[in-house]
C-alpha cells in the first residue's frame, strides 16, 4: 500500500450532530487505518469546554481515536476556533498530538505549512481581539475553573452570539487576507499552506516573491457530505467519507 497523509477539519462534532458524529467515527474505522498520518487542522468539535467534559459524543469519539492510534496510525490536531481549549488530557487519553498554531511538515519533498486558518483572517479586527484574549492561559483558567454546568451554558450562548456576529459581517471580512497569508508562507519558509476554517474549499494558486505557490482550503463538513484531502507520492485527492 502507498503511504498515505489525510487531512481534515472543520467537523463541528456536538450531541445535535448525529450525522457528522457517525460520519467520522465511520471515516476512523475505515479510511484512517490506511494513512500513515491523520491531521485534524481544527474544528473538530463545535465546542470544547474543557477535558472533562463527559457529554456525548465525546467519549465514543474518544475511543475510537484511542484505537487508531494504538493502531499505528499518528493523529495530529491543531485547534480551532471552537475548540481551542482542547488540552493534554485529550492528547492522554486519545493518542492524539497537539500541534501549535502553525506546524510545518515535509509532505512527500514538499515544505507545507498547517493552520485552522482563523489568524489568517486579518480582517476580522473584532474576533482577533477576542483571539488573543481568550488564548491567554489566565483567561482559560479563568474559564476551566468554572463548574461544568456554568461552561455548557456558556458555550451554547457562545454558539448563539457567534451565529449572529457571522451574520452581521460580510464574507470577505471572514475570508483570509492574501498579503497576510503571503507574509505568514514567506516567514516560514514555504510554497505550500493547508487550512480550514473558512468553509469555502478550493485550491488557490499564486505567487511569492516570483515562485510558484498553493494554498489548500479544506471542506468543512455537512450533514449530508464530507471529505478528505487525502496525499501520496503521486499527489493528492479528495476522498468522500
Known amino acids: 500500500m502507498p503511504r498515505e497523509i489525510h487531512f481534515i477539519s472543520d467537523l463541528h462534532i456536538s450531541l445535535e450532530k448525529t450525522e457528522i458524529t457517525k460520519r467520522f467515527l465511520s471515516y476512523l474505522d475505515r479510511h484512517a487505518p490506511r494513512a500513515e498520518a491523520v491531521y485534524i487542522l481544527g474544528d473538530l468539535f463545535d465546542a470544547w ?3 472533562d467534559d463527559p457529554t456525548p459524543p465525546n467519549a465514543k469519539i474518544k475511543r475510537q481515536l484511542k484505537h487508531l492510534t494504538s493502531s499505528g496510525t499518528q493523529v495530529y490536531l491543531q485547534q480551532g476556533n471552537r ?3 482542547l488540552g493534554q488530557r485529550f492528547c492522554d487519553e486519545t493518542g492524539v498530538n497537539l500541534l501549535g498554531d502553525y506546524a510545518a511538515i515535509d509532505l512527500f519533498g514538499t515544505p507545507t505549512l498547517l493552520t485552522h486558518g482563523d489568524l489568517l483572517c486579518t480582517d476580522d479586527l473584532p474576533y482577533q481581539a477576542f483571539r488573543k484574549k481568550a488564548h491567554t492561559p489566565e483567561w482559560q483558567q479563568n474559564v476551566l475553573s468554572k463548574p461544568l454546568w456554568l461552561r455548557l ?5 457562545y454558539r448563539l452570539r457567534s451565529h449572529f456576529h457571522k451574520r452581521g459581517k460580510t464574507q470577505d471580512i471572514m475570508d483570509v487576507n492574501q498579503q497576510t497569508v503571503i507574509e505568514i508562507m514567506r516567514e516560514h519558509g514555504v510554497l505550500q499552506l493547508i487550512h480550514g476554517h473558512t468553509h469555502r474549499p478550493a485550491i488557490h494558486e499564486f505567487e511569492i516573491d516570483g515562485q510558484k505557490a498553493k494554498r489548500f ?3 468543512d463538513w455537512k450533514k449530508g ?6 496525499w501520496t ?3 493528492h485527492r479528495l476522498e468522500a467519507i
Open 83 to 85: 475548540d481551542f481549549l
Open 153 to 157: 451554558i456558556a458555550a451554547r450562548w
Open 225 to 230: 457530505s464530507a471529505q478528505a484531502l487525502c
Open 217 to 219: 482550503v479544506l471542506p
Open 233 to 235: 507520492k503521486q499527489g
Open 49 to 51: 469546554i474543557g477535558d
